[in-house]
């Protein structure tokens, strides 16, 4: 595997940073003008799904635009991954059905999509078109690197691979080369390199050769039907449109977007869960790679002078905590379990592992939120009706999990697969590092023993009281809850209105 300098002498010239790319296999077949041979150069997207701003995507259409090859863009739709649902699914459907629309209408690339597993859709389609390049985007999750090292066996001798980390703002193998301990040690690690890699993309260059295979149509009402019916015991959410236009929205625009309206007071209320519209909203589109991050540290960048101070803590979160959880799960296998407590948890929470609990709730409790305590019930109900949950609910509602079950093993467990299956932002780096800070002490210190916890960071609903209106959040949450199921039935009343009558 070649990184940095030693890609320069596989790629050459590049209008990517060099850094930012790996060579995961050095194909037999010569990549160059001069070879009347040299196959088509294939994208294959997964975590960064839009047009814009995107590294991998660049950077295919510049080695395609090099080599005089067309390029295309695959992506493919596995029949399950890691639990996702109608909420996830339809949500990133929707997105890649407008990047499908946008990608062939602005640039002329064909988008094929593919239904089944990577591991066979995608050498299957590199040797089909006799493809010379596949490029594909960065994931720290076992699961995605487990389906490249298949790929990168499976795809014909003649194939080079190249992964570009289009995600992070520094390449993860760039900011570190091991497991950090805390945000403090990755951080100047990142701002050290940001003259390097937080610059400005450069325009997409028009295409040189056109792809002449025909295209596969995609019925996309048809798909996202299907996968929302069969994925319907997680329902979609409304209060999100998917897409990079939303997105960008979201971010810079001028009557809702969180740089315009919410940034000035971003720093004192980001942690009021009484006070969500404090937050960016930005999640779900940086999880589905819907908007790059890089471009959100841009703009908020040129706002600095005005509100220094809510822009740095933005940075913070967007920049260092995002790419620290990155980090955690390329470094550490056991990302999303017990055994990647860090070891002084593992050993004290192994210690407290007999006590006494004050109660014990089953799985289907705690999914329904039957507890004695309504401030988690709240953030809960938050999450199964709403699809989010307030960061600073999570690490309560993480932690409570391991107060009220029979194991810090079982509570890891409960929380991911909770986590996983109502989050619209689930199956992330980021979920998985905060449940793993709140249960095993990951990026954390040991505090003052108690019992169960022993000297994990504890959190109590008193000390929840004293920081935020608990009262006002548990009211909101409930009309919330109740805005959502009314407009479930009114939707399901509709739809039952408009079927046929039957005939006698």
């Known amino acids: 595997m070649a990184t940095g300098a030693s890609v320069s002498s596989l790629i050459g010239s590049t209008a990517v940073h060099l850094g930012r790319i790996r060579v995961l296999k050095e194909g037999l077949g010569q990549l160059s003008q001069q070879s009347n041979e040299t196959g088509p150069v294939v994208y294959w997207m997964f975590r960064d799904q839009r047009l814009r701003d995107n590294w991998a995507l660049i950077h295919a259409v510049d080695q395609a635009n090099k080599l005089n090859v067309p390029v295309a863009v695959a992506f493919n739709l596995f029949d399950s991954f890691l639990g996702a649902k109608a909420r996830q699914l339809g949500f990133m459907l929707r997105g890649l059905q407008q990047l499908h629309r946008d990608i062939e209408d602005n640039l002329h690339i064909p ?107 995609i019925d996309w009402e048809n798909l996202i039907e299907s996968v929302v019916r069969e994925g319907a015991e997680v329902p979609e959410i409304d209060w999100c449109e998917p897409g990079e236009i939303a997105a960008l929205e979201t971010l810079m625009g001028s009557k809702t977007g969180f740089l315009a309206t919410r940034l000035e007071n971003y720093a004192a209320d980001r942690n009021n869960p009484f006070k969500p519209k404090a937050t960016s909203g930005l999640s779900p589109y940086l999880h589905f790679g819907q908007i790059s991050a890089q471009r959100c540290a841009l703009e908020a960048r040129k706002l600095r002078k005005v509100y220094p101070q809510a822009v740095d803590k933005f940075l913070d979160e967007l920049v260092v905590w995002r790419e620290l959880a990155d980090n955690f799960c390329y470094y550490e296998p056991h990302y999303d379990s017990f055994h990647g407590a860090w070891d002084w948890a593992r050993t004290t929470l192994l210690d407290h592992a007999f006590d006494k609990r004050e109660r014990i709730y089953t799985i289907e409790q705690l999914e329904k939120a039957q507890t004695a305590d309504p401030l988690w019930n709240a953030s809960q109900l938050e999450m199964v009706h709403y699809g989010k949950m307030h960061g600073y609910m999570r690490m309560y509602w993480a932690k409570k999990i391991l107060e009220w079950t029979s194991s810090p093993q079982e509570a890891v467990e409960i929380a991911v697969y909770l986590n996983d299956k109502y989050h619209i932002d689930g199956r992330d780096p980021n979920g998985y590092a905060g449940i793993m800070w709140s249960i095993c002490g990951v990026h954390d210190n040991g505090f003052q023993e108690r019992p169960v916890y022993g000297k994990i960071r504890s959190m109590t609903y008193a000390g929840c009281s004293r920081k935020f209106n608990v009262d006002g959040y548990i009211t909101y949450v409930k009309k919330l809850v109740r805005a959502v199921k009314k407009q479930k039935e009114e939707i399901l009343l509709n739809s039952k209105a408009k079927q046929p009558a039957i005939p006698n």
């Open 111 to 217: 988008f094929f999509l593919f239904q089944g597993e990577a591991t066979e859709t995608i050498p299957s389609f590199v040797e089909e078109c006799g493809a010379s390049l596949l490029v594909t985007d960065f994931s720290p999750l076992r699961q995605v690197r487990g389906w490249k090292e298949e790929i990168t066996k499976r795809v014909p001798d003649s194939v080079s691979i190249h992964e570009v980390d289009a995600h992070n703002i520094v390449p993860i193998w760039a900011a570190s080369d091991k497991l950090e301990d805390y945000a403090r040690t990755i951080r100047p690690k990142i701002y050290n390199q940001f003259p390097d890699y937080l610059t400005e993309f450069p325009i997409i260059k028009p295409r040189t050769r056109k792809w002449v295979a025909p295209n596969r149509v």
